[in-house]
């Protein structure tokens, strides 16, 4: 165990900051942080929107689903998939690499390098003493979003992070079993699945059970089941292919 | 600074690794890190597996190109986006999510939490002096290699990660100009990043000059120009619609 390994266990997701900005050093420092991330065969196909007017982090609050820790928070950044610097960089060649951008194949990479970069900011910010929160919600409005954020072609905004001074201390959700999680040379039997997700159900019952007084005892099996069960956010494939990506 | 945003700016891939492996130990905390990751509304899309079995990494060495060190590391990982898991949850209360799982959104959020889990890994992996490397080389072939590794409907090997002792002192390629990356409020315009990306090439080209006693001059904007001329992995949405991923 060290301080690297602390960090990253000590994990939880905080939705409540203080009223307090990031400093402009810590800005750079946790944007240098995310473009460290390794990234599929050097394309780079991050780029990060630091939102910092509040007119618009309150737009992006409410497009979110009203969370009001997207406006309040110490910084907000924007995380997208970026082939439009390479459209740019070809164009400069005078070359075409439309093909190549719009296929699944570069969608599955823009998605990973933007995540991966992302989370080298999620754990340099707590590093920090910072607490941070993903923001998935930003896509229930996603066209809004990018005509907010004035992206072109190419460019799919695809989760925020809000970043801040903690203001919670949140209970820590237990996590799948290991086992269910990490299989060894193959994928497991599903009998074996089973099992694990029964025996987390019980765990994660308990959990709730013990946190709500009793209010909520639904287990990771009973919530998951409900919340998928109908789709979300279902203009996303019309939405992206006008985006010019995850076409062929 | 400190130890951990350190270790993050610190980071190199490794692509040639001592002959020693990873203790169990060690294989279990990195596995805990990537659990700590953040999940989308607590689905948990991520697993990994861990291969162990020499006649497989062979396999898979070769399936991703011919890449050596994918077999001779101290372990190697795989991590799939994974709704398998999902219909198991479901079947166990008698339900059918099925509809949620192929969807586009569905597709993001998987490619999203198994992306957070593996940069989790890698940052904890070299804060204890190991180095990696991610292997997107696993998608040249990915029908061969979710069959080598068991991978039923509903589950998608994304990428490896290979991890072990370094055995090589590799050079920091620079990344893109910090403003070319991070935009505030808005999209930068085009001319910006233009001459940003003219500014890199030139930055690039004299990077690999020297580094290669002028064998190599040709600059990020060139280089990417190049390797993006025609699409990569062109089977890949159709792979990936068989999985049951992606469709709507």
Redesign the interface.
Known sequence: ?????E???A?K?IRKFKNKPLSEETI??L????????T?????V????????QG?KLKLAELAGNQSYVADNGYFFVFCMDY???T???N??D?N?N???Q????F??G??DA??A???M???A???GLG???I?GI?NNLKEVSE?????EY?LP??GMAIGYPDAEPGK?P??P?P????????KK?EE??NL??QY?KETSEYYTKRTGGKRTEG??????A????????Y??EF?REKGL?K?
């Open positions: 165990m060290n301080k690297v390994i960090t990253i266990l994990h997701s750079t420092t944007v240098e942080c995310a473009q460290s991330a390794s599929s065969s050097y394309q780079q991050c780029t990060i929107i630091g939102v910092e007017d618009k439009n610097r390479h740019i960089a070809a400069i060649m070359k690499i093909d190549t951008i296929s699944t194949e570069a599955i990479v998605t990973v995540s991966l992302a989370q080298n999620a754990i340099a707590e590093s920090l941070i929160v993903y998935g896509r907010l954020l004035y992206c072109p460019v695809l989760f959700k996590r799948l290991l269910a999680v990490f299989h060894k040379n193959g994928y599903k699945t089973e997700l029964k159900e990771w099996v009973t919530q998951i089941t919340s998928m069960a109908s789709p979300k956010r279902t996303m494939k992206v995850n062929t």
